[in-house]
């Protein structure tokens, strides 16, 4: 099943983004696309293939979101903090839009997952940490969590420390760090192959943020694949298929 494409207005702008739902039934999986993507990508680049079965057996249902990429991280004509602060209309678009409008396809709130792949994969794990009550697991493949390393200038701010998993997490403490050890779960993949490094930083910095979440208790898995794995869709095809079957 594909419902045809949905839009949905962002909160205090002008814009509308869309989704596109695959699946009639099953565990709802919020996907985002790679830089700059769109709702339609995950089908185009072929991520359901190697998830198909599980589709067909109605155990998953796939809600893929288009991005803002475009006016916030991936303008290197702002300054970091300005990017942060408009990623903050695409925050409240996944809340006060996108979100209602999965649970009301699904008859009611259930547990999220959140999916995504390169800079997909920041969004779904810092939507899981900003939000665990509604998506208490979060899968990023090849992702970078810093956005300091998104050629970055200009001052830091709040904005930008609030969007950063990479900064927040590591102060983490009490009762809601508490609270995140008893909700949240975040399996981090990752290959050693080409682009992995350079230019994405996506090894180091998933390593990295494996760390954190080890020393901060937070339950997790960190999947490192060989030197042939690369930071491209066929490599993100076959982790998709190894992975996800055990969380549905």
């Given at each position: 099943m594909?419902?045809?494409?949905?839009?949905?207005?962002v909160?205090?702008?002008?814009?509308?983004?869309?989704?596109?739902?695959?699946g009639?039934?099953?565990?709802?999986?919020?996907?985002?696309?790679?830089e700059?993507?769109?709702?339609?990508d995950f089908?185009?680049?072929?991520?359901l293939?190697?998830v198909q079965?599980?589709?067909?057996?109605?155990?998953?249902?796939?809600?893929?979101?288009?991005?803002?990429?475009?006016?916030?991280?991936?303008?290197?004509?702002?300054?970091?903090?300005?990017?942060?602060?408009?990623?903050?209309?695409?925050?409240?678009?996944?809340?006060?839009?996108?979100v209602?409008w999965?649970?009301?396809?699904?008859?009611g709130r259930?547990?999220?997952i959140?999916?995504?792949?390169?800079m997909g994969?920041?969004?779904a794990?810092?939507?899981?940490?900003?939000?665990a009550?509604l998506?208490?697991?979060?899968?990023g493949?090849?992702g970078?969590?810093?956005?300091?390393?998104?050629?970055?200038?200009?001052?830091?701010?709040?904005?930008a420390y609030?969007?950063?998993?990479?900064d927040?997490?590591?102060?983490?403490?009490g009762?809601?760090?508490?609270?995140l050890?008893?909700?949240?779960?975040?399996?981090?993949?990752?290959?050693?192959?080409?682009?992995e490094t350079?230019?994405?930083?996506?090894?180091?910095?998933?390593?990295?943020?494996g760390?954190?979440?080890?020393d901060?208790g937070?339950t997790?898995?960190?999947?490192?694949?060989?030197?042939?794995?690369?930071?491209?869709?066929?490599?993100?095809?076959r982790q998709?298929?190894?992975?996800?079957?055990r969380f549905v």
């Amino acid at each position: 099943m594909q419902d045809g494409r949905v839009e949905l207005a962002v909160p205090g702008t002008d814009r509308r983004l869309g989704l596109v739902r695959h699946g009639h039934w099953g565990r709802p999986v919020l996907v985002f696309p790679s830089e700059g993507g769109r709702a339609e990508d995950f089908a185009e680049r072929g991520m359901l293939e190697p998830v198909q079965w599980l589709l067909d057996a109605g155990r998953v249902s796939f809600f893929c979101v288009d991005s803002l990429d475009a006016l916030t991280w991936s303008d290197g004509s702002l300054s970091l903090e300005e990017r942060a602060r408009r990623h903050g209309a695409y925050h409240a678009w996944l809340e006060q839009a996108a979100v209602p409008w999965v649970f009301d396809q699904l008859g009611g709130r259930h547990d999220l997952i959140t999916l995504g792949a390169s800079m997909g994969a920041y969004h779904a794990v810092h939507f899981a940490f900003q939000r665990a009550d509604l998506a208490p697991l979060a899968i990023g493949l090849s992702g970078n969590y810093d956005v300091g390393q998104w050629h970055a200038w200009g001052e830091r701010g709040q904005e930008a420390y609030f969007a950063n998993p990479t900064d927040y997490v590591a102060h983490l403490h009490g009762e809601h760090l508490d609270w995140l050890r008893s909700r949240l779960s975040v399996l981090l993949v990752c290959g050693e192959g080409q682009w992995e490094t350079h230019p994405t930083g996506a090894l180091p910095s998933t390593l990295r943020f494996g760390e954190l979440l080890r020393d901060k208790g937070i339950t997790h898995q960190l999947d490192v694949w060989g030197s042939d794995s690369a930071h491209d869709w066929p490599w993100w095809q076959r982790q998709l298929g190894h992975h996800l079957p055990r969380f549905v």
